[in-house]
């Protein structure tokens, strides 16, 4: 559709602005809101509840978690936790955006076929709810009762889509996050663990790593999904430092593929669709960032350790894998496989991108590499991190060199990457 409009009506623009523009004419104009000073705005507004659930005195033991609440559980991530939380839980809840409970439980049973995951689902309960809808959808009989029958909050559930802006994603996911919040407060306190991204931490100012606490200094990226998240770890912040809620706020980096079976969601992936543009493309461009994979399988467990893990006020937790490739590694792996692309300067990359076929992978994601490709990733405070996880037997390191086979073996398989040459295989 941008070659088409570009072609017909002579105006060329960012796909991104084409989902903020509600006309030919604003799209042509060029003008958008600043969504920065908006979600500084909303930050900036102080949490309401009305009857606030007294925090857990000091020397009390926290109660057991039998029951938990699960966003998102239809999400690549959420049938992966889904799956562990059932390893661990009595019951685990799952909010869906569904007709009915049957279509939802029925939608997750295909998901869970579908990754290759053994459900016990006499476990599951799903609950039709609107996570951009006001008390999620619920009369107050049902959010009470609901508040009554869980025993702790993860999460997951988000609007994903990194050309919409703040404006059209805030009720969702800023607004299903406080009514969540909301919901852990009432008549009880119950753990909440949100789930935010590595990402957040990144485009905020000033900032020389990714700490492992939430920072409300300035976001300086108009990414509407991106300040969806910062806005909710401010909340999620807000909550655990006035009502003594205790809370996780989790960073997952690159989520990829399975690590036993490379299942993954490549469709809709912006890190493979990259790849699979610079593979069609014949080259990458030669810049500093890194490459690391994070196995959906591996994050769930993860997760589902530092959610159920008792505490008392707020951590922040930065789930990506501690080991990252350059790309010079990463690529030259990829050869090794039968899949070439040669570093190229990023100038003469980027003008290439203007004459992409729609069926490259890079042809709906080349905005997000239009602009300064210079910047350095930031290094990645995991030392709490790593410690509470180790406490639990758990490593998120992996073998990258049987990974990446793994994961191109499963994407041919697919279809979505080029089958194996001849010259290679023998």
């Known amino acids: 559709m941008q070659a088409q409009l570009r072609d017909s009506l002579g105006i060329d623009f960012p796909m991104a602005a084409f989902y903020r523009s509600p006309t030919i004419a604003t799209l042509a104009d060029g003008r958008h809101e600043d969504m920065i000073e908006r979600a500084l705005a909303d930050a900036a507004e102080p949490f309401t509840i009305e009857h606030a659930a007294p925090a857990l005195a000091d020397s009390a033991e926290a109660a057991p978690i039998r029951t938990m609440l699960l966003t998102g559980a239809s999400g690549f991530l959420g049938i992966y936790l889904l799956h562990a939380l059932c390893g661990r839980l009595d019951e685990v809840v799952c909010l869906q955006r569904c007709a009915s409970a049957a279509a939802g439980l029925a939608v997750l049973q295909d998901k869970a076929r579908e990754a290759g995951l053994a459900i016990d689902f006499s476990r599951v309960e799903v609950i039709p709810a609107d996570l951009a809808a006001p008390q999620l959808g619920f009369d107050t009989p049902r959010w009470r009762q609901l508040a009554a029958e869980v025993d702790a909050i993860l999460h997951c559930g988000a609007f994903v889509h990194h050309l919409h802006s703040y404006e059209e994603m805030k009720r969702a996911n800023v607004g299903g996050t406080e009514a969540?919040?909301?919901?852990?407060?009432?008549?009880?306190?119950?753990?909440?663990?949100?789930?935010?991204?590595?990402?957040?931490?990144?485009?905020?100012?000033?900032?020389?790593?990714i700490?492992?606490?939430?920072?409300?200094?300035?976001?300086?990226?108009?990414?509407?999904?991106?300040?969806?998240?910062?806005?909710?770890?401010?909340?999620?912040?807000?909550?655990?430092?006035?009502?003594?809620?205790?809370?996780?706020?989790?960073?997952?980096?690159?989520?990829?593929?399975?690590?036993?079976?490379?299942?993954?969601?490549?469709?809709?992936?912006?890190?493979?669709?990259?790849?699979?543009?610079?593979?069609?493309?014949?080259?990458?461009?030669e810049t500093a960032r890194e490459v690391e994979m994070m196995p959906v399988d591996l994050l769930a467990g993860a997760l589902t350790a530092v959610a159920l893990q008792p505490r008392t006020g707020i951590r922040t937790v930065n789930l990506n894998n501690p080991l990252a490739l350059t790309q010079r590694q990463w690529f030259a792996a990829l050869a090794a496989c039968g899949l070439r692309a040669d570093p190229q300067a990023v100038a003469s990359w980027q003008r290439r991108l203007a004459d992409l076929e729609p069926s490259n992978g890079l042809a709906l994601i080349r905005d997000f590499y239009t602009g300064d490709?210079?910047?350095?990733?930031?290094?990645?405070?995991?030392?709490?991190?790593?410690?509470?996880?180790?406490?639990h037997g758990m490593d998120l390191s992996v073998d990258y060199g049987a990974l990446i086979q793994l994961y191109v073996g499963y994407l041919r398989d697919a279809g979505f990457l080029d089958p194996v040459s001849e010259t290679v295989a023998s």
Not at 186 to 203: D, H, Y
Not at 375 to 391: F, H, K, N, S, W
């Open 180 to 209: 969540l919040l909301r919901l852990a407060l009432t008549q009880r306190q119950k753990p909440f663990c949100f789930i935010s991204t590595l990402s957040v931490g990144e485009m905020l100012a000033g900032a020389v790593r």
């Open 211 to 285: 700490d492992e606490h939430v920072s409300n200094a300035r976001p300086l990226l108009d990414n509407g999904y991106l300040l969806t998240k910062w806005v909710g770890e401010q909340r999620v912040a807000e909550c655990a430092r006035r009502f003594g809620l205790p809370a996780v706020v989790a960073r997952p980096g690159n989520i990829t593929g399975d690590s036993r079976t490379g299942f993954s969601n490549f469709a809709h992936n912006h890190f493979w669709l990259f790849n699979k543009g610079c593979l069609q493309l014949g080259a990458y461009p």
């Open 373 to 391: 490709l210079s910047v350095a990733p930031l290094p990645v405070d995991q030392i709490g991190t790593l410690t509470e996880l180790a406490r």
